[in-house]
């Protein structure tokens, strides 16, 4: 029997709000322990929450982005339970009326293929605080760090709309990618800010209703939610072959081990005792001002993925690419605006530049020594014939390592095209005396001949000359025409 | 000759701008009252003896000096033991808090500091509020000044029986389902719940998100109108405050009933009511036909679910707010070693919490538990939209209502204690109003045969304070049962 997964994630997403959720406390990472706290995110006795009208608006601006009905009213509730990374012992969240429903987002295939995620809801809510395990008199503590106490945290919970891993992760990327047009979150899964919760159960192929669904927690990166993905596909297939029956879970990722682990079962649904939060009057969102922040979203990538095509003549792939993250299409369009040459660029930063971004670091385009103003240059000095393409392409690597201009590396570096024909007929009589044979081959009409000529001239040249020049030159000289 | 302890805070404030009284005797006299009187009484948690010294000294030299002071700077409060008032211990009555010193002020603690007014103590309550008697404090219940058996009502007993004991000038309370009023009948003082929203919660240790507000618990109506005034007003730190501005109360109080429509609620004549307190209650309403008011018979009737309703919401609410005194942060820890943190939540707990406190927090987990929620917390909202309605067709004929303040007169200590559901009819005449976030005032109303305290309430649409004010301020001027005072 065949089966198939059932996937779907929930995304929480930490906003890039100032201050925490509920009071003035800045909102901040990697300070000392309980740097960032005051008394409301202590959650001491008698202190009330304020919402934060920022944490606000970047929400409903995912949750206008994601298509989502918004309510003239949403309201928060409380999620009751006991731990101590939570001061209060209960989360103020958004259960009965979030503040986005019925969304959907489109994730591109590669391949072109379009298919449609369902949103179930978006609602803000409080982060956790840290819990950190140590050793402290020989015995095994547990301390509190409550500097991410009651962070705005956005949670976008999915319909289980995905069936295979390759949507999975064109679902992940897409949802990335929007969230930073949106620049609601600087989204790094490194430090916890974009976190993608599992969800996947297995079904026969052709079968309606859905198996019985497993979550997965922990995985810090779209690489390990992958293999989270596999490892659960595989497992749960199996169970399912030899009869046997899927537990409704909670599993954690191990990511060194490269398996899940039994986290909790979820014997029905814990109980959280929902109810209104009290302490905070609905929110009422002004249908104008929800306009305003429609007008005001950004082009997002789609738009802009079509605009390329049409704007600059880029092939549709290309396109994509420079249109995944918005710094790098801002950065894109920044170069055309100094100097007109839009192939040129998208070359350039799809080979030499997005290679230099992610990785261990999460480095951004603008982490990086090089700006538009060394791209636009680097094309107008192309344009202008004084260097060839080899040469800027290694006047780029030069730059993106050192931060230097163009202009100055080609001057130092002496790279500026050899244009004094003279030097270049010199070149072009010596190899055609040192390499008479092929100079005979070519006479006796093997045209490829030439190019290998060619390649010799510009070896003299260390790459200064033009290869058309030489190979003019060539051809006319070895004809016995006078150049 | 009249003591300084005796005057109330309209009287001091005279007394300390002419110069006839200085604000450090009038703290001396107050002091002294408190060591008099407090052993029988017991309605201090604690006495902030030296920091009261201080602060009505530097009142004087500032007075002395010109500077431009709020009338009442000098006179003393006592804040109940649920306010945080800062560096001073907030044990909220119970032992889970007993080591518990705020790092920051409430907003109306800062309020009164701002108007010059001078924290005395704090003083006794119901533990974390949960109670009519005062006798569920972990650290000793609070006598009733009239009789030293009996209770002086709850949860603000403290409030309620250092004012009528002569131990503070000023007193503040919080009333959930009648806190302030219940126990301003019991101790014949005046008492005001204001609109809920009208006082900022800020730094008032929560019971019932929903139902908690903070109000006056006074001498006489005249200072319950100042006190509130300095009180009031919206909160940026609290989001349930309301954002309109305060009225100028004292300039206000007429005491003018002149054409004023009186409702009396027909369902409020309860069964098992005692007669004296009935017989109170219409001589009250004889009282203000008599000063050119007419009383007219009205329904509300959704009454009889109020305390149902209340006891289900209040302790939903409860259970969610008190989820946080779990000894990790602050607070009791019990004794390690634990077998894991769920045993050292449970350890600190049972130990920390009294019984009613237990009670209320099962009650109200029960009421937000899956299958139960719909049935008994939705269904407790709706009633309470009822409730509300009640009162808003009520006051579209009438102005204010009248009403009983409690069932009984103050009742012996320990003669509720072991029937909870008794002790919660208590609050059968103040819980509706909580439940509809409307303002309402007792005001002492007579004496029964036996001589204990028996209180009238008055009830007005939201934001009527001032209305109330001057109704129950009519009552004082035209009688003296305010004046009186027990024998200690």
């Given at each position: 029997m065949e089966f198939e997964p059932v996937i779907g994630f929930e995304t929480h997403v930490e906003l890039a709000a100032k201050s925490k959720v509920f009071c003035d406390t800045r909102a901040e990472?990697?300070?000392?322990?309980?740097?960032?706290?005051c008394e409301v995110c202590l959650g001491l006795p008698g202190t009330l929450p304020v919402l934060n009208k920022t944490s606000m608006e970047l929400s409903l601006k995912v949750a206008l982005a994601l298509n989502c009905d918004i309510p003239e009213v949403t309201e928060f509730d409380r999620k009751n339970y006991y731990y101590p990374d939570l001061p209060k012992n209960y989360q103020i969240s958004q259960e009965y009326r979030p503040l986005g429903r019925n969304g959907a987002m489109t994730i591109l295939m590669p391949g072109g293929r379009e298919k449609t995620v369902g949103i179930h809801n978006i609602h803000l809510e409080e982060d956790a605080g840290k819990l950190v395990h140590d050793v402290y008199k020989g015995r095994g503590v547990s301390l509190v760090d409550l500097n991410r106490a009651s962070t705005s945290l956005l949670e976008i919970v999915s319909q289980p709309d995905m069936r295979s891993p390759e949507e999975a992760e064109a679902f992940m990327e897409t949802m990335r990618s929007l969230l930073r047009y949106l620049e609601v979150s600087d989204c790094k899964m490194q430090e916890g800010s974009l976190r993608f919760e599992l969800n996947v159960s297995m079904r026969p192929k052709g079968q309606k209703e859905f198996g019985t669904k497993v979550e997965v927690k922990n995985v810090g990166s779209v690489r390990a939610v992958l293999r989270a993905l596999d490892y659960e596909m595989r497992r749960q297939t199996e169970i399912l072959e030899d009869g046997g029956r899927v537990i409704q879970e909670t599993r954690l990722w191990d990511d060194e081990r490269g398996e899940t682990r039994s986290m909790r079962v979820k014997e029905g649904a814990k109980d959280y005792r929902y109810f209104p939060e009290p302490d905070l009057p609905p929110v009422h969102i002004d249908r104008e001002y929800l306009e305003t922040l429609r007008k005001d979203l950004p082009e997002l990538r789609d738009a802009k993925r079509k605009r390329f095509v049409e704007e600059y003549g880029l092939p549709d792939y290309d396109a994509g690419v420079l249109a995944a993250e918005k710094a790098v299409a801002d950065f894109f369009e920044e170069c055309t605006r100094l100097h007109n040459a839009p192939k040129v660029y998208s070359n350039w930063i799809m080979v030499y530049i997005l290679r230099e971004l992610g990785g261990e670091d999460e480095k951004e385009i603008a982490d990086l020594k090089i700006t538009p103003e060394h791209l636009a240059q680097l094309a107008q000095i192309l344009d202008s014939g004084k260097i060839n393409q080899n040469i800027a392409k290694k006047v780029l690597n030069k730059s993106l390592q050192t931060g230097d201009l163009p202009e100055k590396i080609i001057q130092e570096k002496g790279l500026e095209m050899v244009s004094d024909s003279g030097e270049i007929e010199k070149f072009v009589d010596e190899v055609i005396v040192e390499q008479a044979g092929p100079v005979e081959e070519y006479k006796n009409g093997k045209d490829n001949t030439l190019n290998f000529l060619v390649g010799q001239v510009m070896r003299k040249s260390r790459g200064k000359a033009q290869p058309d020049t030489v190979q003019e030159l060539l051809r006319k000289k070895i004809r016995g025409e006078q150049p | 000759m009249t003591e300084p302890y005796q005057l109330t805070a309209w009287e001091a404030a005279q007394a300390l701008q002419n110069r006839s009284l200085s604000s450090s005797e009038l703290i001396s006299s107050v002091l002294r009252r408190i060591g008099e009187v407090e052993p029988k009484v017991h309605a201090f948690q604690v006495v902030i003896a030296d920091k009261a010294k201080e602060m009505a000294k530097e009142i004087d030299d500032r007075r002395a000096r010109g500077d431009s002071l709020?009338?009442?700077?000098g006179v003393p409060i006592a804040v109940k033991d649920n306010f945080c008032l800062k560096d001073a211990p907030c044990t909220c009555s119970s032992r889970i808090l007993e080591n518990f010193n705020p790092p920051y002020h409430a907003t109306v603690v800062q309020k009164m500091l701002d108007a010059g007014l001078i924290p005395i103590g704090k003083t006794n309550l119901d533990e974390f509020a949960m109670g009519s008697s005062t006798e569920n404090s972990a650290f000793g219940m609070t006598r009733n000044p009239w009789d030293l058996d009996r209770v002086p009502g709850g949860s603000s007993g403290g409030s309620a029986a250092s004012i009528i004991a002569d131990e503070t000038v000023l007193s503040i309370g919080s009333d959930t389902g009648g806190s302030i009023r219940q126990p301003a009948a019991f101790c014949s003082i005046t008492g005001m719940k204001p609109?809920?929203?009208?006082?900022?919660?800020?730094?008032?240790?929560?019971?019932a998100s929903s139902l908690d507000q903070i109000g006056p618990m006074t001498k006489d109506v005249r200072d319950a109108a100042g006190l509130l005034q300095i009180i009031a007003g919206h909160d940026?730190?609290?989001?349930?405050?309301?954002?309109q501005p305060v009225p100028d109360y004292l300039t206000e109080l007429t005491g003018d009933v002149r054409g004023l429509k009186i409702g009396i609620p027909k369902e409020y004549s309860i069964e098992g009511m005692n007669p004296e307190i009935e017989k109170n209650w219409r001589e009250a309403a004889l009282f203000y036909e008599g000063q050119g008011a007419e009383c007219v018979e009205i329904s509300l009737p959704h009454t009889e679910y109020a305390i149902a309703v209340y006891y289900m919401i209040g302790t939903a609410e409860a259970s969610s707010n008190l989820a946080r005194y779990d000894g990790v942060v602050y607070g009791r820890r019990a004794e390690g070693p634990f077998e894991n943190i769920v045993d050292m939540y449970r350890k600190s707990r049972s130990e920390g919490f009294g019984s009613e406190v237990k009670r209320r927090i099962m009650l109200g987990t029960y009421v937000l538990s899956a299958g139960y929620f719909d049935a008994y917390y939705r269904r407790a909202q709706r009633v309470r939209t009822l409730i509300k309605n009640d009162f808003e067709a009520a006051f579209k004929t009438v102005d204010v209502v009248l009403c009983p303040a409690t069932p009984s007169p103050p009742f012996k200590a320990g003669e509720k204690t072991d029937d909870p559901l008794e002790m919660y009819l208590s609050d059968v005449f103040t819980a509706p109003l909580n439940l509809a976030g409307l303002p309402g005032i007792v005001i002492p109303g007579g004496f029964s045969s036996e001589g204990l305290p028996i209180g009238i309430q008055l009830i007005g649409p939201a934001l009527s304070e001032s209305r109330l004010f001057n109704v129950a301020h009519r009552f004082q001027m035209e009688t003296d049962i305010h004046k009186r005072r027990p024998t200690l």
């Open positions: 990472f990697g300070g000392e322990p309980n740097s960032y706290v | 709020h009338p009442w700077a609109t809920y929203g009208r006082v900022s919660r800020y730094g008032l240790v929560a019971f940026p730190h609290d989001s349930t405050s309301i954002a």
